[in-house]
Protein backbone atom coordinates (compact mmCIF):
# COMPACT_ATOMS: atom_id res chain seq x y z
CA UNK A 1 0.00 0.00 0.00
CA UNK A 2 1.56 3.44 -0.91
CA UNK A 3 1.71 6.30 1.53
CA UNK A 4 -1.23 8.44 -0.40
CA UNK A 5 -3.44 5.38 0.71
CA UNK A 6 -2.04 4.93 4.23
CA UNK A 7 -2.57 8.40 4.33
CA UNK A 8 -6.35 8.47 2.66
CA UNK A 9 -7.40 5.33 4.65
CA UNK A 10 -6.45 7.21 7.83
CA UNK A 11 -7.96 10.57 7.58
CA UNK A 12 -11.37 8.99 6.40
CA UNK A 13 -10.97 6.87 9.14
CA UNK A 14 -10.98 9.74 11.51
CA UNK A 15 -14.02 11.63 9.45
CA UNK A 16 -15.64 13.75 10.66
CA UNK A 17 -12.63 14.98 12.64
CA UNK A 18 -10.09 16.89 10.88
CA UNK A 19 -6.71 15.62 10.88
CA UNK A 20 -3.69 17.57 12.38
CA UNK A 21 -0.92 17.65 10.01
CA UNK A 22 1.48 17.26 12.60
CA UNK A 23 -0.33 14.00 13.71
CA UNK A 24 0.51 12.83 9.52
CA UNK A 25 3.34 13.49 9.73
CA UNK A 26 4.40 12.22 13.22
CA UNK A 27 2.90 8.95 12.11
CA UNK A 28 4.57 8.63 8.53
CA UNK A 29 7.54 8.73 10.23
CA UNK A 30 7.52 6.63 13.62
CA UNK A 31 4.63 3.97 12.20
CA UNK A 32 4.50 3.91 8.86
CA UNK A 33 8.45 4.22 7.85
CA UNK A 34 8.64 7.26 5.45
CA UNK A 35 9.87 11.30 5.91
CA UNK A 36 7.66 13.72 6.83
CA UNK A 37 8.28 15.56 4.03
CA UNK A 38 6.97 12.70 1.60
CA UNK A 39 3.84 12.79 3.59
CA UNK A 40 3.30 16.28 3.14
CA UNK A 41 3.48 16.42 -0.34
CA UNK A 42 1.10 13.58 -0.31
CA UNK A 43 -1.78 15.31 1.74
CA UNK A 44 -1.17 18.17 -0.79
CA UNK A 45 -1.65 15.86 -3.69
CA UNK A 46 -4.79 14.13 -1.81
CA UNK A 47 -6.29 17.64 -1.63
CA UNK A 48 -5.42 18.79 -5.38
CA UNK A 49 -7.21 15.15 -6.22
CA UNK A 50 -9.82 16.70 -4.35
CA UNK A 51 -10.62 13.73 -1.37
CA UNK A 52 -9.16 15.77 1.46
CA UNK A 53 -10.16 19.27 1.97
CA UNK A 54 -7.79 21.42 4.03
CA UNK A 55 -8.92 22.98 7.15
CA UNK A 56 -7.14 25.52 9.26
CA UNK A 57 -6.69 25.72 12.93
CA UNK A 58 -5.88 28.25 15.10
CA UNK A 59 -2.23 29.85 15.04
CA UNK A 60 -2.06 29.11 11.55
CA UNK A 61 -1.68 25.10 12.22
CA UNK A 62 -3.65 22.98 8.93
CA UNK A 63 -5.27 19.52 9.11
CA UNK A 64 -6.98 17.62 6.49
CA UNK A 65 -10.50 15.70 6.40
CA UNK A 66 -11.84 13.60 4.10
CA UNK A 67 -14.45 14.16 1.52
CA UNK A 68 -17.48 12.37 1.25
CA UNK A 69 -17.91 11.27 -2.18
CA UNK A 70 -21.92 10.68 -1.92
CA UNK A 71 -23.53 12.85 0.42
CA UNK A 72 -25.57 10.62 3.03
CA UNK A 73 -28.08 11.46 5.16
CA UNK A 74 -26.18 9.80 8.05
CA UNK A 75 -22.92 12.00 7.68
CA UNK A 76 -22.75 15.25 8.09
CA UNK A 77 -21.27 17.43 5.57
CA UNK A 78 -18.69 20.09 6.60
CA UNK A 79 -18.95 24.18 5.93
CA UNK A 80 -16.15 25.21 3.66
CA UNK A 81 -16.80 28.31 4.33
CA UNK A 82 -16.27 28.57 7.93
CA UNK A 83 -12.69 28.01 9.40
CA UNK A 84 -12.57 24.94 12.48
CA UNK A 85 -11.94 27.53 15.47
CA UNK A 86 -10.14 24.64 17.93
CA UNK A 87 -6.53 23.82 19.26
CA UNK A 88 -4.96 21.03 18.49
CA UNK A 89 -5.33 20.23 21.93
CA UNK A 90 -9.09 20.75 21.85
CA UNK A 91 -9.66 18.70 18.70
CA UNK A 92 -7.42 15.74 20.57
CA UNK A 93 -9.88 15.99 23.76
CA UNK A 94 -12.94 15.83 21.37
CA UNK A 95 -11.41 12.80 19.78
CA UNK A 96 -11.43 11.09 23.18
CA UNK A 97 -7.33 11.03 22.37
CA UNK A 98 -4.92 11.00 25.71
CA UNK A 99 -2.20 13.44 25.01
CA UNK A 100 0.38 14.47 27.30
CA UNK A 101 -0.59 16.60 30.53
CA UNK A 102 -3.92 14.74 30.18
CA UNK A 103 -5.63 12.95 33.48
Known amino acids: ?3 KEIIYNYIKSQYPLPVHKGEILRKS ?6 ESETAGRRCRDLEKEKVVERVWFDKGCV ?10 ENIPIPIKDEPIKLTAGELLRRAGVPYPGRV
Open 1 to 3: MSL
Open 29 to 34: VNEWGY
Open 63 to 72: GYRWIPQEPS
